[in-house]
């Protein structure tokens, strides 16, 4: 009887180590803790408009138009990002990316030049010097 005993007890506890080792694997890929924040540049010649293949499984996420942009860090690095919209953007906005590895572009917003940090400015010309 104490063996059983014994025996549920281990494996009560190695369902409870799984299922917390999954939790935190799931929140640190999905949850709102790894948030990687971008900047670009809109630049509407970069567009591609989703059409439905009419399949059972729509993959563009019910969004029109795709965006694949060079993006910068707070520090300058630069990498491209794909993000989803469903509508074009105003043609030379900047915007701020919010991004999840594995989930993508989670929130977006437009921003002035002048509240891009330093870093990204570089990689950019300010709109009010070309008056």
């Given at each position: 009887?104490?063996?059983?005993?014994?025996?549920?007890?281990?494996?009560?506890?190695?369902?409870?180590?799984?299922?917390?080792?999954?939790?935190?694997?799931?929140?640190?890929?999905?949850?709102?803790?790894?948030?990687?924040?971008?900047?670009?540049?809109?630049?509407?010649?970069?567009?591609?408009?989703?059409?439905?293949?009419?399949?059972?499984?729509?993959?563009?996420?019910?969004?029109?138009?795709s965006y694949t942009l060079r993006s910068y860090d707070e520090d300058g690095n630069g990498?491209?990002?794909?993000?989803?919209?469903?509508?074009?953007?105003?043609?030379?906005?900047?915007?701020?990316?919010?991004?999840?590895?594995?989930?993508?572009?989670?929130?977006?917003?437009?921003?002035?030049?002048?509240?891009?940090?330093?870093?990204?400015?570089?990689?950019?010309?300010?709109?009010?010097?070309?008056?």
């Amino acid at each position: 009887m104490k063996k059983s005993v014994r025996t549920c007890l281990a494996a009560a506890f190695a369902v409870l180590a799984v299922a917390i080792a999954a939790w935190a694997l799931i929140s640190q890929f999905f949850g709102n803790g790894n948030i990687q924040v971008y900047y670009t540049q809109i630049d509407n010649s970069k567009i591609t408009e989703n059409h439905s293949n009419g399949g059972v499984i729509d993959f563009t996420g019910g969004l029109a138009y795709s965006y694949t942009l060079r993006s910068y860090d707070e520090d300058g690095n630069g990498t491209e990002i794909e993000f989803g919209m469903s509508r074009e953007l105003r043609e030379g906005a900047f915007i701020r990316l919010e991004v999840i590895p594995v989930r993508g572009v989670v929130n977006w917003s437009e921003v002035q030049y002048d509240e891009l940090p330093t870093a990204v400015q570089a990689h950019y010309i300010n709109p009010s010097n070309n008056s």
